[in-house]
C-alpha cells in the first residue's frame, strides 16, 4: 500500500532530470510473495534516466526483494516491471551490486582482473582494445585506477566496494542497483563512495537505486527517496517523506523527526520498537 | 624405462590425466568442493566394483555411479552436501556397497586394491585410449566455458548479478567433475583423489596473483608429480601413488613456505620504498 503523504506525488519531475523523457524504469502494482508472506505488496513508482533514487527502510521491508525483482530473479506475483519506456533490452542494462560479497583474503586475482568478470560478452576470454578501454574507464569513474594491480582480497572495504561498482559499471548499465553499499564503511568511506556513485549518475546519466540506512548521506546526493516498510511504501523527496506524520503511517506507530543542524533524526517516543530503522 | 609398453601407457595416461586434474582442480577449489569430489570418489569406486562383480569395464561403472551422484547433488544442491555429516555418511555408505561387490565377486584382492589404490602401471592400450578421449573432452568443455566459470567460482555473487546461469553451471561442473574423478581413479586410485585434484592447484595458488597462471602452475605441479612417481616407482619399486602423494605434498608445502618468505619479506621492502619517498 502507498502511504498518500502530502505532496509526495509520483511523476513529481526533479530537478536535474530531464522530465519529458520515458521512464528508464516503471514498477507497476507489484507484490511478491516468499514463503507463504507478503514481501511486497502493490509497489509502484518509476525513475527517470538520470535520476538518483535513494531506498530507505529498516531490515526485512523487500528492499533486497526488490531488486530481485528488478532483476528479474525473482517472478512478481502481481504486477509488471517495464525498463526503458517497455522495449525489452539485453541483459546488460541493468548493473547490480549485491549485498553480501565473500571475498576470500587469498583469491588469485588482481582488481583489474577482476572488474574484467563483469565484461558482457559470455565465453571469449581474452579481450580486445574495446574491452579494455571500458575497463580503464570503469576504473577511473569509480576512482579506483590507482588499485588496479592490486590483489582484490588485500583491498579495504571502501576500496572493495568501488571495485564491485567498477565489475557492475563495466557493462555499461543503463540502471545501477546498489545495495547497502555504504553499510560496512566508514563515515569518509560512505561519503566518498555516495560522491563517487553521485558523480556516476550526472556525468553517465545512468539511474541510480542505492539502498542505505543513512538518511543524512541520502539526503545529500538523491533526488527522490522510496521509504520502505514491512507492507507500506512512500515516494518522494526527503523533505516530504521525512515527517513525522508520513512515517508514523509507514511504521503505523508513533515516530518523531527531528531536525538538528541540519541533519535528521528518526525516533520513537514510545518504547523502543525494534522494527524502526533509527537514522 | 620407455621401451616397456606397460610404462608409456602409463605415462600416456597418467599424463592427460594429471593436466585435466590441474586445470579442473583450480575450480574446485574455488569452489570449495574438494570433500564433494573426495565423495565422488567413493562412489565412484563403488561403480567400478559393481562393474568388476558383473563383468563390465570398471570405467564404465566409474562413470555411471559418478555422474548420476553429480545429477542428483547439483538436483538437491550443492550446499546440503558440502556439510560435514551429510558427507560422511553418504561417503562411507559408497565404500561400504563396494565393499560388498567385491567380495560378491570371484577377482577380490587385486580388483580392490587397484581401485583403492591405483593401478597405473597396469593400464591397458584400450583403458589409455578411453582415458586420452574423456580427458581432451573434459578440458576442452573447461576451456570452452572458461570466463563464465571463472567468474562463478571465483566471485558467485557478482555471477549472479550479472545473471550468469549459475544454475547450469554449477551442475555442469559437477558432471565434469565427477568423469574427472573417474580417471583420478584409474591413475591414483579412490582414496588418493585429493592428490591430483586439489594439492596443485592449491599450491599454485600460493605463487600467483591470476587465475590463468594459476591454471598453468597447477598443470605443471600435475604433470610433475606424475612423471615423478612413474620414474620413481620404476626405479625403486615403491608404489607409483605413494611417490605421486609425496611430491604433490612436498611442492604443495614448498608453495605455503615460498608464500610465507615472501610475505616477511614485503614490508621491509615497503618500509624502503616509504623511507626513499620521503
Ligand atoms: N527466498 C525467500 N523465501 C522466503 N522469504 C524470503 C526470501 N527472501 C526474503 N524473504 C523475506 O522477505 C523479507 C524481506 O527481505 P529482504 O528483501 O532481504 O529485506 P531487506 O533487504 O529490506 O532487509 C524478509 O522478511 C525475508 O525473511
Ligand atoms: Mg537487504
Request: hydrophobic fraction near 30%; charged fraction near 15%; aromatic fraction near 0%.
Given at each position: 500500500m502507498s502511504v498518500t503523504a502530502p505532496?509526495?506525488?509520483?511523476n513529481r519531475t526533479t530537478e536535474g532530470?530531464?522530465?519529458?523523457?520515458?521512464?528508464a524504469l516503471e514498477v507497476q502494482a507489484v507484490s511478491v510473495h516468499l514463503g507463504g508472506k507478503?514481501?511486497?505488496?502493490d509497489i509502484s513508482f518509476e525513475v527517470k534516466p538520470g535520476e538518483f533514487l535513494g531506498i530507505l527502510g529498516p531490515n526485512g521491508a523487500g528492499k533486497t526483494t526488490l531488486f530481485r525483482v528488478l532483476l528479474q530473479l525473482i517472478k512478481p506475483q502481481q504486477g509488471q516491471v517495464r525498463m526503458n519506456g517497455g522495449r525489452t533490452l539485453g541483459k546488460a542494462v541493468i548493473g547490480y551490486v549485491p549485498q553480501s560479497r565473500q571475498i576470500d583474503?587469498?583469491?588469485?586475482?588482481?582488481a583489474r582482473d577482476f572488474v574484467c568478470l563483469?565484461?558482457?560478452?559470455?565465453?571469449?576470454?581474452w579481450l580486445n582494445r574495446a574491452d579494455k578501454e571500458a575497463v580503464r574507464r570503469a576504473l577511473e569513474l569509480t576512482d579506483a585506477s590507482h588499485l588496479?594491480?592490486?590483489?582484490?582480497?588485500?583491498?579495504s572495504g571502501g576500496e572493495r566496494q568501488r571495485i564491485f561498482l567498477a565489475q557492475a559499471l563495466v557493462r555499461d548499465p543503463k540502471i545501477l542497483l546498489l545495495d547497502?553499499?555504504?553499510?560496512?564503511?566508514?563515515p569518509g568511506a560512505q561519503e566518498a563512495m555516495a560522491e563517487v556513485v553521485h558523480s556516476i549518475c550526472r556525468t553517465r546519466g545512468i539511474s541510480v537505486l542505492l539502498i542505505s540506512h543513512d538518511v543524512n548521506l541520502i539526503n545529500r546526493y538523491a533526488d527522490r527517496i522510496l521509504y520502505l516498510t514491512p507492507g507500506q511504501y512512500a515516494i518522494g523527496t526527503v523533505e516530504e517523506i521525512m515527517q513525522a506524520s508520513v512515517l508514523r503511517k509507514l511504521y503505523g506507530s508513533a515516530v518523531d523527526v527531528i531536525r538538528l543542524d541540519g541533519k535528521l533524526f528518526v525516533t520513537t517516543?514510545?518504547?523502543?520498537?525494534?522494527?524502526v530503522c533509527f537514522h | 624405462m620407455l621401451q616397456y609398453d606397460f610404462m608409456q601407457h602409463a605415462f600416456e595416461a597418467g599424463t592427460i590425466v594429471a593436466v585435466m586434474c590441474g586445470v579442473i582442480g583450480v575450480f574446485v577449489i574455488a569452489r570449495h568442493l574438494s570433500f564433494i569430489a573426495h565423495t565422488f570418489s567413493h562412489i565412484g569406486f563403488s561403480g567400478a566394483s559393481f562393474a568388476v562383480l558383473v563383468g563390465w569395464n570398471p570405467i564404465g561403472g566409474l562413470l555411471l555411479f559418478s555422474t548420476l551422484s553429480a545429477f542428483a547433488i547439483g538436483g538437491f544442491g550443492v550446499k546440503i552436501f558440502r556439510r560435514e555429516v551429510t558427507i560422511s555418511v553418504v561417503l562411507s555408505f559408497f565404500l561400504g556397497l563396494g565393499l560388498l561387490f567385491i567380495s560378491l565377486s570371484a577377482k577380490k584382492a587385486t580388483a580392490m586394491y587397484a581401485l583403492l589404490f591405483g593401478s597405473v602401471v597396469g593400464i591397458s592400450l584400450q583403458n589409455v585410449l578411453d582415458i586420452v578421449y574423456l580427458s581432451a573432452g573434459v578440458i576442452a568443455v573447461l576451456l570452452f566455458f572458461y570466463k563464465p566459470l571463472k567468474f562463478d567460482s571465483f566471485d558467485p555473487a557478482g555471477a549472479q548479478a550479472a545473471r550468469l546461469p549459475v544454475r547450469l553451471l554449477s551442475i555442469g561442473f559437477l558432471v565434469l567433475l565427477a568423469i574427472a574423478v573417474s580417471e583420478a581413479i584409474l591413475i591414483v586410485g579412490a582414496l588418493l583423489v585429493f592428490t591430483l585434484m586439489t594439492a596443485p592447484a592449491a599450491a599454485a595458488r600460493h605463487l600467483t596473483h591470476s587465475v590463468g597462471r594459476m591454471v598453468l602452475i597447477s598443470v605443471l605441479f600435475g604433470v610433475l608429480g606424475v612423471w615423478g612417481g612413474l620414474a620413481l616407482s620404476y626405479y625403486?619399486?615403491?608404489?607409483v601413488s605413494f611417490f605421486i602423494t609425496s611430491l604433490e605434498a612436498v611442492f604443495y608445502f614448498g608453495a605455503l613456505g615460498w608464500d610465507w618468505l615472501r610475505d616477511r619479506r614485503k614490508p621491509q621492502e615497503e618500509r624502503t620504498t616509504e623511507g626513499s619517498a620521503a
Open positions: 505532496a509526495a506525488a509520483l532530470g530531464p522530465g519529458s523523457l520515458p521512464a507478503t514481501v511486497l505488496s583474503p587469498e583469491l588469485p586475482m588482481r563483469g565484461l558482457p560478452h559470455p565465453l571469449r576470454p588496479a594491480d592490486q590483489s582484490i582480497g588485500r583491498l547497502e553499499p555504504t553499510s560496512n564503511l566508514d517516543s514510545s518504547q523502543p520498537d525494534s522494527k | 625403486t619399486n615403491a608404489p
